[in-house]
């Protein structure tokens, strides 16, 4: 049985050892996990969850941003306690800039831990007029502007895949996102149900001349993190949907250049909202009504074809080992 030390020696550790090999704190919940909620900037943990363990599991591709919390959420229907994982995306203090955030590492590690729902939060700049700072977004759509610079998928190195991205995020968790955060207008949640998110490079934020353009583009609100992170939910056969909440109006704008202190400014304003918003959100996934969606059956297996199409004799075997444990049973 692996112990405690293969969470920090780096030796990757395959996902049916979680439970004796990465608890740190306590006993991992016997259920497992299938829902996930990625922090962004300014919400870099769920205080009004009960806490019941912290894992820092290894993968093939490194290890995750930050510990992986897990908390219980009582479900709102039998009262009875559903385990979320919660990762901060930047690091517990913010430490890692949005390209060199270990993305193949988080989503693999979810994964691993049985999540196939993720609710990713992020800051996001306003293209528009209509959506001012405060107001949430969700997102339908993605407009690729980083650089190449951040790794993107999981099949490379002697096994291709190619999987369908149309739909960037999952339609069925938008509606029920849609619906949790209409419910919350009498609090002050002003929500924009549809949008394309630019997602850039960065660190630094974008030139007067990219801001105009992106607007010229139809983007809604812009972010840099939107990137690879869906598209690696979406190899992993992962439902994921972003809530953006808007911080700044980024630069096109008449009322001033974005800074760090606008953007923590909103976000700290309205965190009671954002905490808000995400607690109406796993309330309303905990119902059984949605247990096929948060075990996202309708994306079950999609990898297995997806990801077959290099031959046998083609395979690389670190290709096939590390994707084996990604995906146990599939291209054996
Ligand atoms: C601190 S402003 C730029 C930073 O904020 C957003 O982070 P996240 O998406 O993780 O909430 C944006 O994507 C940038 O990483
Ligand atoms: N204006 C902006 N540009 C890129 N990412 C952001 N995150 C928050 N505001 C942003």
């Not at 919940?29 to 299938?34: E, S």
């Not at 405060?134 to 099949?155: E, M, Y």
């Not at 972010?223 to 911080?247: F, H, R, V």
């Amino acid at each position: 049985m692996a112990n405690i030390a293969d969470s920090y020696n780096g030796t990757p550790t395959p996902p049916q050892y979680y439970r004796s090999a990465q608890k740190i704190q306590a006993d991992i919940p016997p259920d497992p996990v299938r829902i996930a909620v990625i922090g962004g900037t300014g919400l870099q943990s769920l205080a009004d969850f009960t806490h019941v363990a912290t894992l820092k599991p290894s993968t093939p591709w490194g290890t995750p941003s930050s510990p992986i919390s897990i908390l219980h959420h009582p479900s709102p229907q039998t009262g009875k306690p559903i385990p979320i994982a919660f990762l901060s995306r930047h690091g517990l203090h913010h430490e890692l800039a949005p390209h060199e955030v270990p993305s193949r590492a988080n989503i693999a590690a979810l994964r691993s831990l049985g999540v196939r729902t993720i609710i990713a939060f992020s800051a996001v700049g306003s293209l528009q007029e209509d959506i001012k700072p405060r107001d949430f977004v969700v997102p339908d759509q993605i407009i690729d502007r980083t650089k190449g610079i951040r790794p993107f998928t999981f099949f490379e190195g002697g096994m291709v895949g190619h999987v369908g991205f149309a739909d960037p995020f999952e339609p069925a968790l938008a509606t029920i996102v849609q619906k949790c955060g209409h419910s919350l207008a009498g609090e002050g949640v002003v929500l924009h149900d549809k949008g394309t998110v630019v997602c850039m490079e960065g660190p630094q934020f974008s030139t007067r001349a990219e801001s105009r353009m992106y607007r010229s583009w139809g983007g809604s609100v812009i972010n840099m993190s939107a990137l690879p992170e869906a598209k690696l939910a979406k190899e992993a056969e992962i439902a994921y949907q972003m809530i953006c909440m808007s911080t700044d109006y980024d630069c096109w704008h008449e009322s001033g250049d974005v800074t760090v202190e606008m953007v923590m400014g909103n976000m700290k304003a309205n965190a009671e909202n954002a905490r808000r918003f995400v607690g109406a959100v796993l309330d309303e996934l905990s119902k059984e009504e949605h247990g096929d969606l948060v075990l996202a059956k309708h994306l079950e297996g999609s990898m297995k074809f997806a990801g077959g199409i290099t031959a046998a004799p083609g395979r690389s075997k670190e290709a096939k080992e590390k994707l084996g444990w990604l995906f146990p049973g599939y291209f054996d």
